[in-house]
């Protein structure tokens, strides 16, 4: 028999957190750094799945870059607040679709944004 060992799930919510006036550009950039790791560890994947391809695709997704990017430039939040709000907009747009392609891809919005999270915060 092995060693039990317990598993604690990391917290991955974003803090309510506002950026210094003058710091949103510092702010993209570390989204942008996060971008940049998350597509390496999904390219990875990508290489054996075709779920991590369509993954990949949505790291680079206009709506949810957009909709960070905003959130970041306009209301000054911090990048991980920007991607937890902008995915869950996302996510619940796909949810009420009467489609089921859409709705699978709200999952796939949410394995994205536990990815760019987990970069982040540095726990890639």
Do not use: W
């Not at 075709?50 to 909709?67: E, S």
């Not at 939040?77 to 937890?84: G, K, P």
């Not at 009467?98 to 536990?114: G, K, M, S, T, Y």
């Not at 970069?119 to 890639?124: D, I, Q």
Request: charged letters at 40%; hydrophobic letters at 40%.
């Amino acid at each position: 028999a092995g060693k039990a060992f317990f598993y604690k799930p990391v917290d991955l919510k974003a803090s309510a957190g506002l950026v210094a006036p003058g710091q949103t550009g510092a702010e993209l950039e570390r989204y942008r750094r996060a971008e940049e790791k998350a597509k390496e560890k999904i390219g990875v994947l990508a290489k054996n799945s075709d779920i991590f391809q369509a993954h990949l695709d949505l790291v680079d997704d206009p709506a949810l870059r957009d909709g960070v990017v905003r959130r970041i430039s306009e209301k000054r939040e911090n990048a991980e607040l920007a991607l937890q709000e902008t995915a869950a907009e996302i996510r619940e747009r796909f949810e009420k679709l009467d489609d089921d392609f859409f709705r699978e891809r709200a999952v796939d919005i949410r394995d994205v944004c536990r990815t760019l999270m987990l970069a982040l915060k540095g726990m890639e």
